[in-house]
């Protein structure tokens, strides 16, 4: 099944010049990136992005984190591109990711893990138009 899901590269992830290599290694696996857009997230599109965790402990770093510098934020598609792009990511903490994900390989701590990506399609769908226009996403 053909399925979209959004991605993103973090602040730690851009810092270190790293996009190049995860959007290779997404196409190397079957993902295409149908949009994207790199940009610095105001303290509201951080807050509102992630308030489902706005009663948890990390909240206020999460979003301090994703609003210390740019991001790419990308549209990935392809044959079930959820669960493929979760399993290209690793595990949160990448003490705990598997060999040769991108959080194993680049994340520096659970909370600079250098990706982002939906983990269901309802989710997807949240995030995708949280940052993109329709008309973005063709």
């Keep these: 099944m053909i399925q979209r899901t959004f991605s993103i590269i973090k602040p730690d992830g851009v810092k270190r010049n790293l996009i190049g290599k995860i959007i290779a290694r997404f196409e190397q696996e079957g993902l295409r990136v149908v949009a994207a857009?790199?940009?610095?997230?105001?303290?509201?599109?951080?807050?509102g992005f992630y308030a489902v965790h706005k009663d948890r402990p990390?909240?206020?770093?999460?979003?301090?984190?994703?609003?210390?510098?740019p991001v790419l934020l990308m549209v990935l598609e392809g044959e079930n591109a959820i669960l493929k792009n979760r399993e290209i990511?690793?595990?949160?903490?990448?003490?705990?990711?598997?060999?040769?994900?991108?959080?194993?390989?680049?994340?520096?701590?659970?909370?600079?893990?250098?990706?982002?990506g939906s983990d269901?399609?309802?989710?997807?769908?949240?995030?995708?138009?949280?940052?993109?226009?329709?008309?973005?996403v063709k």
Aim: proline share 3%.
């Design 37 to 47: 857009q790199m940009k610095r997230l105001s303290l509201h599109e951080a807050q």
């Design 58 to 69: 990390f909240f206020g770093e999460l979003v301090e984190s994703m609003t210390s510098g």
């Design 89 to 116: 990511m690793g595990a949160t903490n990448p003490a705990q990711a598997a060999e040769n994900t991108i959080r194993k390989l680049y994340a520096l701590s659970i909370g600079e893990n250098t990706v982002h």
């Design 120 to 136: 269901a399609p309802e989710t997807a769908a949240f995030e995708i138009a949280w940052f993109f226009a329709q008309s973005q």
